[in-house]
């Protein structure tokens, strides 16, 4: 069993000089957090040379109603695999809720409804996964490697992905600009 509360539902970030660049200025929407392990989605990290549409054609999808927005990095575990983030106003076969914050998908139906105009009202295309094995996540948090916020619906739909970072730690009361990469010592 985790020592540190289910994270589900909520958004992780991560500190300042975490010793990873793959995770500098994270936000990660957490989907699973229990005794077995823990995966989230990146949310703030657009693919400089991916949208949807172009992600599509290489499924042999044609776009129809679906806009052309950019795919997320969601982290780097199977950076070929996709999911896809949304408000838990649509479910289907595969989709798992995630409380009421968002829901996840991660099978090619979702995709046909996005592009008939039938699916999810808000959503975000991922690729790739953060993902931690039993206690990983837990041992991590106890280093000052991340930080907690809640799970705001604005700042995951509708704040630009640029801005996730700093807006959800000012949800907990942080301003980045007084963040150091370095912990103090007494």
């Known amino acids: 069993?985790?020592?540190?509360?289910f994270l589900s539902g909520q958004?992780?970030?991560?500190?300042?000089?975490?010793?990873?660049?793959?995770f500098e200025r994270t936000v990660i929407a957490m989907c699973v957090h229990?005794?077995?392990g823990a995966l989230g989605l990146v949310v703030n990290r657009p693919m400089p040379d991916l949208s949807l549409h172009g992600l599509l054609d290489q499924l042999g999808i044609a776009p129809g109603a679906a806009p052309d927005v950019p795919v997320l990095a969601g982290g780097p575990v199977e950076p070929g695999r996709g999911f896809v983030l949304h408000e838990a106003d649509y479910a289907a076969a595969g989709t798992i809720r995630v409380g009421n914050a968002w829901a996840f998908t991660s099978t090619l139906d979702i995709l046909h409804a996005i592009t008939r105009?039938?699916?999810p009202r808000r959503w975000h295309m991922v690729l790739g996964?953060?993902?931690?094995?039993?206690?990983?996540?837990?041992?991590e948090m106890h280093r000052h490697g991340w930080h907690l916020a809640p799970g705001d619906a604005a700042t995951v739909w509708d704040v630009p992905a640029?801005?996730?970072?700093?807006?959800?730690?000012a949800l907990t009361g942080v301003a980045v600009?007084?963040?150091v990469a370095t912990p103090g010592r007494a």
């Open 1 to 5: 069993m985790t020592n540190a509360p």
């Open 11 to 22: 958004l992780l970030l991560s500190m300042p000089g975490i010793g990873d660049e793959r």
């Open 117 to 119: 105009g039938q699916g």
């Open 177 to 179: 600009a007084n963040l």
């Open 162 to 169: 640029g801005e996730r970072w700093e807006r959800a730690f």
């Open 34 to 36: 229990d005794e077995d």
């Open 129 to 139: 996964y953060a993902g931690w094995s039993a206690g990983q996540l837990d041992g």
